[in-house]
């Protein structure tokens, strides 16, 4: 597929990246995208929740990605499929400005050892430190400010946005994305009490994440005290999350922001944890476990499904009274327990 004048698509060029049928006029020019309220005649929007139908038909956008249920409703040229949601991410990547990277180059204040080996087309920023022993693979771009540990292994195809720190003994897979201010591979929370303070535990593993992994600013991987900590293939990491030393992630398993995961948990295949969520440590969740938002997980999941704990919010007063009865909750099953008896 070739791009056309203005850096833009036709919806016919689009629609053979997505496998789309178009509906009306497949030579309209698309050059960005946006929402079906913001678009232009030179966007592409999508529909893939029911309740924005009532923006569809004031939509100036110069096509839709829409399901073939809406097809009719839609009043401008469409592209037709079944997850326009799907299709839209699929697209995204065609406008996103950050896509056209640089020629790759060395910037003269980067710091790389000897022993370190670089491969082709890599881009290194300003201030980069590249450790002993380190070998970052073809195709990889690191930006400003970012630390590599010595003995790290950047996967193909990698990007490391600015002041990540991989510490030393960090593998990243192909096609890793690891956002500013990420940490991996810092020391796992091990301390031994001694009688009088605290003895540290040195952490002598490592962290190994696989293929097409997304960890988000902010996020801290701990190594492992013995051992690896281990991220699967295709797991995407939010924001602030903390991943403490020696879990494991299954494949396709996704954390949303301020995620905190607990020492030696394992974590299933194809997982999903809500914003906020507490898993606590030496556990198993088994795979395609959804755990939703701020919910804490102290006994292991053994069985697929959707979890939840604590209580959604409500007005104070009630919050209150709640409160209180909760705290009765034991004494009101003795005192039913005993009546049930009699």
């Not at 110069?62 to 697209?91: F, N, Q, S, T």
């Not at 790290?152 to 897979?173: F, M």
């Not at 069985?303 to 009630?318: C, D, F, L, R």
Request: aromatic content about 4%.
């Amino acid at each position: 597929m070739n791009t056309i004048a203005k850096h833009g698509y036709t919806l016919n060029e689009l629609a053979e990246r997505v496998g789309a049928t178009v509906s009306g006029n497949g030579d309209a020019l698309i050059t960005g995208l946006a929402t079906l309220h913001d678009a232009g005649p030179e966007d592409l929007a999508f529909l893939a929740n029911p309740s924005y139908l009532r923006f569809l038909q004031d939509t100036h956008a110069g096509g839709v990605l829409i399901r073939e249920e809406h097809k009719d409703a839609c009043p401008v040229p469409a592209l037709v499929l079944k997850d326009p949601y799907l299709g839209y991410a699929m697209l995204s990547q065609l406008f996103d400005p950050m896509a056209m990277k640089q020629a790759p180059t060395v910037h003269e204040t980067a710091v790389i050892a000897d022993t370190a080996t670089i491969g082709e087309r890599v881009s290194i920023g300003p201030h980069v430190h590249v450790g002993a022993h380190v070998t970052v693979e073809d195709d990889v771009v690191i930006d400003a400010g970012v630390a590599i540990g010595d003995g790290c292994i950047v996967g193909k195809g990698s990007h490391l946005y600015p002041n990540v720190t991989l510490y030393h003994g960090v593998t990243l897979g192909e096609r890793c994305i690891i956002h500013s201010s990420a940490v991996l591979g810092g020391d796992g929370f091990g301390f031994a009490f001694n009688g009088k303070g605290w003895t540290k535990i040195a952490q002598i593993g490592g962290v190994r994440l696989g293929d097409d992994v997304e960890v988000g600013s902010c996020s801290s991987i701990d190594r492992g005290a013995l051992g690896d900590t281990i991220i699967g293939n295709d797991v995407k990491i939010d924001s602030q999350v903390q991943i403490a030393h020696n879990v494991q992630i299954g494949d396709h398993s996704a954390l949303a922001g301020c995620v905190g995961i607990a020492g030696s948990t394992k974590i299933g295949r194809g997982c999903l944890l809500g914003g906020g969520v507490g898993v606590a440590g030496h556990l198993e969740i088994a795979d395609r476990v959804q755990i939703t938002g701020m919910s804490l997980i102290t006994n292991s999941i053994h069985s697929a499904g959707v979890y939840s704990s604590g209580t959604g919010a409500m007005p104070n007063a009630q919050w209150r009274k709640n409160a209180v009865r909760f705290k009765q909750l034991d004494e009101m099953a003795r005192r039913l327990s005993r009546l049930e008896k009699r």
